[in-house]
């Protein structure tokens, strides 16, 4: 009877413990379960709160003190595209500068097929424009892009001011001199001759243009113009010498500094292109677009331009260097919304400069 008792008793402990085991294996899946029911609810509201509204972005941009455009989202009245004609790859510089940035659709993460590639360049300052339109038109001459560039002929200090860094370049006093020289000896007697297209011309960009062919290389235009986020406007661009070299002009009224001693600042008033219109009246989705945007600020307008409109659509891929640093905080809270925009959209987006 002893042992019985004992095998009972040890019967009852095995029962006893089996269950408390199997109890506590519930109460960690229960645990588990809770937890993800908790993550998920904070991701989601970590989503929700992550991705801005449209109404947000305007009412940053409106309170920031750099509006140009009264109604960014107001719908896109467009020409019908008549015709049809293959798929292109389209290269939108918008700030080409000195030309350094006409090729930079070679870093595109996919190259969607072979074939040449349309790059359209807009450059606001005119005597910049006329320095890329003379190197585009060398470029579809078939030059390679160190001679194009070597149409406009540097004298040796200009090139080394030109080559050299930013840094170097404010402690250099005697690149002042040197750009100031080239400029009025080689730009400044060009650049209103009516040798650069106007915005007028910007139909040309269509594949339903009276004459349009299909390219069999590269294909360079240049048009002297800013871009921004409405329409039928003028604008007044400011720069200094030294923008010539370390960076472009703007509307904006920031980085035009005077670096040397006597060193010009200009004003030219440039029509402005609705670039979010002009892409839907001249591209398709059957297009690739890489867009690049270094336009000194604007940049602020004409995101929320393209993103309120289907012209985002057109865009695979995007290159744009940001310039919050010249601005207030509203400036810095609209660029955050508009990353986090970009981001969700699923364009390929590169950060340029």
């Known amino acids: 009877s002893v042992v019985i008792l004992v095998m009972t008793a040890n019967k009852g402990q095995g029962y006893f413990k089996t269950k408390c085991l199997a109890f506590s294996y519930y109460i960690k899946i229960i645990a588990v379960l809770f937890g993800v029911f908790v993550a998920n609810g904070i991701i989601s509201i970590w989503m929700h709160e992550a991705t801005p509204r449209m109404e947000d972005v305007m009412s940053l941009y409106r309170t920031s003190g750099i509006s140009n455009c009264p109604n960014l989202t107001e719908a896109i009245k467009t020409k019908t595209m008549a015709g049809s004609c293959p798929p292109r790859k389209i290269y939108i510089d918008a700030g080409a500068n000195l030309a350094n940035s006409l090729y930079l659709y070679n870093e595109a993460q ?29 470029l579809n001459e078939g030059l390679p892009i160190d001679e194009a560039q070597a149409k406009i002929h540097w004298d040796e200090k200009t090139d080394k001011c030109v080559q050299d860094s930013y840094k170097r370049l404010v402690e250099a006093k005697e690149c002042g001199p040197a750009v100031e020289k080239w400029h009025h000896e080689k730009i400044a007697p060009f650049s209103n001759s009516g040798q650069i297209p106007y915005p007028e011309n910007l139909d040309t960009a269509s594949c339903s243009t009276s004459g349009w062919v299909a390219p069999t290389r590269n294909r360079f235009t ?31 009224g ?12 200009a004003s030219h008033h440039v029509p402005c292109v609705d670039l979010a219109k002009w892409m839907l009246e001249n591209f398709r989705k059957e297009d690739y677009v890489f867009l690049k945007l270094d336009i000194e600020g604007s940049e602020y307008e004409v995101m929320p331009r ?13 290159s744009c260097e940001f310039h919050s640093r010249f601005f207030n905080d509203y400036v810095k809270q609209l660029e955050k919304k508009l990353y986090l925009l970009i981001k969700k959209s699923g364009v390929i987006f590169h950060e340029h400069g």
């Open 254 to 265: 920031f980085s035009v500094d005077h670096h040397w001693k006597n060193e010009t600042v």
């Open 306 to 318: 393209l993103l309120a409109s289907e012209a985002w659509g057109l865009i695979d891929e995007l």
């Open 110 to 138: 996919k190259e969607p097929w072979e074939g040449p590639w349309e790059v359209f360049a807009f450059e606001a300052t005119p005597e910049l424009a006329y320095y890329t339109k003379v190197v585009t038109d060398a």
């Open 222 to 252: 240049t048009f002297n113009g800013a871009v921004c986020g409405c329409e039928n406007m003028e604008i007044t661009m400011m720069h200094s010498t030294g923008n010539y070299i370390d960076g472009g002009s703007n509307s904006k």
